[in-house]
């Protein structure tokens, strides 16, 4: 065979061998793909072939029973957005402050290290060791009560905030110098620099990462299960301190319900829940399109 | 209650504060440059004056009233009759405070009517005194920050430097988080090593905390089992499912789809990580399964159980591959160009340049990734809880139940809580051993991915 014969059948063949292992590669990576997503679809189709009939006003007004015919998710949904206030209530200005720190103003000094050591960790810590935390902390040791919106929001807020600190600081990080070096310009000091011009051009990124960590929150289960929130509620909560069931809380409860109509309650819960975070989540890309600026 | 009002004055008092120092910060201004600081830096300074000192004077009072009433209460000449036993004095002093403060409260013992009265009025009277303290403390605070106002005061440093106090505690706050979830794991876990010796816990391979039976008590704790569990579902299963095909994924969308479909594909594929875990655990338990339960007899197990590590497994894997997808994603993004450009221009098709150049090249970056989502996969607790099972035992046998650290310590502090018995600290030994391997796959996994960044820059 010529070196340089590319007609020769045995090149030919060749050539064709690796046309076709390059087809079957670009077919596996698609594969890969669909097959993943066709789980998500089996998912949310199975929830909503369970689940769309018990969706009804009585379903989303009535609170958690025994009986799987009156039983709705009111209760757990006031449970849940108590606790989000609170969480988001602390996370929210110690998220922002704490990026605008670290961004801003921190000297690079080894103990400055240390935060963001500790920050990046946080957001990589299993979301039960904060339930261990806050039972160890605010139940054990301050006595708060158990079950309640507070202590829930506490610990969610606690697990959001590093969350928000990273978002936070990426946002700012992409706010460019001259924008500072004009305030400078006009004699602003560094302070006033900060909050009149970086954080109203940083926000929307910090309100888009402040989103995505509450829908995280929303739909976290494992450390309320270690603050004792899974009590029996049977009326909504009047309070942040009395006691109290969230959404997610009570999808839980349900699933482990014999009673056959206990399946739809749960994946009517659980369309609810999707629909919150689907939501959140929708505003959250809404508000990055609208008021992002490609610098 | 009388506390609670008083705060409200003092922001109140804040305010006034702010608006009084601007407004006389402004008579002073007689023309460009003529003062330091705007005026309402000057009422912001006032503001600070009234409400710092105020507010520390209320914390303080709040944490020493409760004692003060006490000791008021058992002076009272009633508290003589009352029960000498501690833990019933403590029963009836705590349903007296209730009673106090709501009339229609239940008691169960006679005794705590009596002391209603004293504490009501002991209540009130601190109260009283602890309000008139606050609110001279607020108005001697923005008397003194009243007189500072001057032209060529400045305020604006001041503040500044409050701001500053403000932003540093804000980050203070997550080292103070750190210091407490490793001071709180370690003190738990202490109580229970001093029962239980932590060799015993770390080696042995009988898990039964639920018996009290057997002479030694070290018999019982032996964790092996539960980190065999984590790990053959958490980092073998679950990644047996996540790693190829977040692999492939990042592959095609990083490297073959156009900018079209990836704009459609990777957010649909982003919203298998939002979805929550709880939703995940049901779906393993309800429908997962049941299927592989039914396989499994279907290839002739005996007695197949509903919960198997093979359910958690998958669906753990399923969770993980935008996970990650999006690690590979980045490692395949930070391969120089030039390289796949010099195998492409050698002629190697493009599967080619990606498996014997990119992935190569990428392979720190991902191995990073993988160890990641380890950490994830193995602090993961509602899908286990859900479907995993609770027989702790050392087999390979997928569809068998096993498992995890994470399960059982959802088991030890769910149910009846008697908080100082071994059975309820090892939940604190075991997420001790969790976050600790967790922390420990994280640094080493960011340490690769900067090592490796720097490597191609």
């Given amino acids: ?295 | 209650m009388i506390l609670t009002g008083v705060l409200l004055a003092v922001f109140g008092l804040g305010l006034v504060g702010w608006f009084a120092a601007r407004g006389r910060a402004r008579l002073l201004y007689t023309g460009r440059g003529s003062m330091h600081s705007m005026p309402a830096y000057h009422g912001w300074h006032m503001a600070l004056w009234i409400l710092v000192p105020a507010l520390i004077a209320w914390g303080v009072w709040s944490a020493i009233m409760p004692g003060l009433i006490e000791s008021t209460v058992f002076a009272n000449p009633v508290a003589a009759s009352l029960p000498t036993d501690p833990m019933t004095l403590g029963a009836v002093v705590a349903e007296a405070h209730n009673l106090a403060s709501d009339p229609s409260a239940v008691a169960f013992h006679a005794e705590s009517q009596v002391l209603v009265e004293p504490i009501r009025a002991a209540q009130f009277r601190f109260g009283l005194i602890g309000a008139l303290l606050v609110v001279v403390v607020a108005v001697a605070g923005g008397g003194y920050g009243f007189t500072r106002i001057r032209a060529d005061f400045r305020a604006r440093t001041q503040v500044e430097r409050a701001v500053m106090a403000l932003l540093l505690a804000a980050s203070l706050m997550a080292v103070l988080t750190t210091f407490g979830i490793v001071g709180s794991l370690v003190f738990e876990a202490g109580l229970f090593f001093k029962d239980v010796s932590p060799i015993a816990f770390l080696t042995g391979t009988h898990w039964s905390p639920a018996s009290t039976m057997g002479a030694n008590i070290n018999d019982n704790f032996g964790a092996v089992p539960l980190f065999w569990g984590t790990i053959y579902i958490g980092a073998i299963i679950a990644m047996i499912v996540a790693i190829p095909l977040g692999l492939m994924s990042a592959i095609y969308l990083t490297q073959y789809a156009t900018s079209n479909v990836r704009k459609w594909l990777k957010p649909m594929l982003e919203i298998l990580a939002g979805i929550p875990t709880v939703v995940y655990g049901y779906f393993a338990a309800l429908t997962v399964a049941p299927m592989i339960r039914d396989f499994a007899a279907s290839i002739g197990m005996q007695n197949p159980s509903t919960e198997s590590a093979l359910a958690a497994g998958l669906v753990m894997g399923v969770m993980i591959i935008p996970f990650v997808s999006s690690m590979a994603d980045d490692a395949l993004a930070a391969v120089p160009r030039a390289m796949s450009d010099g195998s492409l221009a050698l002629g190697s098709t493009k599967s080619e340049t990606i498996k014997k150049v990119l992935l190569p090249a990428a392979l720190p970056g991902i191995v990073a990734g993988v160890m990641l989502a380890i950490s994830r996969a193995i602090g993961e607790t509602m899908i286990v809880v859900m479907a995993a099972g609770a027989a702790a035992r050392l087999s390979a046998n997928p569809f068998e139940t096993m498992t995890t650290v994470t399960y059982q310590i959802v088991q030890m502090l769910t149910g009846d809580q008697e908080f100082n018995s071994p059975k309820t600290l090892s939940a604190f030994a075991l997420g001790l051993v969790l976050f600790v391997v967790t922390l420990i796959l994280n640094i080493v996994a960011l340490r690769v991915v900067k090592r490796f960044r720097e490597a191609y820059e």
């Fill in chain 1, 1 to 295: 065979m010529s070196k340089s014969d590319w007609n020769s059948p045995e090149a030919l063949r060749r050539i064709a061998r690796r046309n076709a292992s390059e087809r079957r590669f670009k077919m596996i990576g698609l594969g890969a793909i669909v097959l993943s997503l066709s789980f998500l679809a089996l998912l949310l189709v199975i929830m909503l072939k369970n689940g769309v009939t018990g969706l009804d006003w009585s379903f989303l007004s009535g609170s958690d029973s025994t009986d799987a015919t009156v039983a709705g998710v009111w209760g757990a949904t006031k449970g849940s957005l108590l606790t989000m206030a609170v969480t988001l209530l602390l996370s929210f200005p110690m998220g922002v402050l704490a990026a605008i720190y670290l961004e801003e103003f921190a000297p690079r000094k080894r103990w400055i290290e240390w935060i963001e050591v500790s920050i990046n960790n946080l957001a990589a810590v299993p979301s039960i060791i904060f339930g261990l935390l806050g039972l160890a902390v605010f139940i054990n040791t301050m006595g708060m009560p158990r079950s309640s919106p507070l202590v829930g929001g506490l610990t969610l807020a606690l697990m959001t905030m590093p969350v928000i600190v990273i978002s936070g600081r990426n946002a700012i990080k992409a706010v460019p110098p001259s924008i500072r070096e004009a305030a400078y310009g006009i004699g602003a000091s560094k302070v006033q620099t900060t909050f009149h011009h970086v954080l109203p051009l940083a926000l929307p990124g910090i309100l888009t990462g402040t989103i995505i960590g509450m829908a995280r929150a929303l739909g976290e289960t494992a450390p309320l299960l270690m603050i004792g929130m899974r009590a029996f509620v049977a009326t909504p909560p009047d309070g942040l301190t009395s006691p109290s069931s969230v959404l997610p809380m009570q999808i839980f409860l349900w699933s482990d319900e014999i009673d056959k109509g206990f399946v739809q309650n749960t994946s009517a819960a659980i369309i609810v829940l999707l629909v919150f975070l689907l939501a959140m989540n929708g505003i959250a890309i809404y508000l990055r399109n609208k008021f992002e600026v490609r610098w």
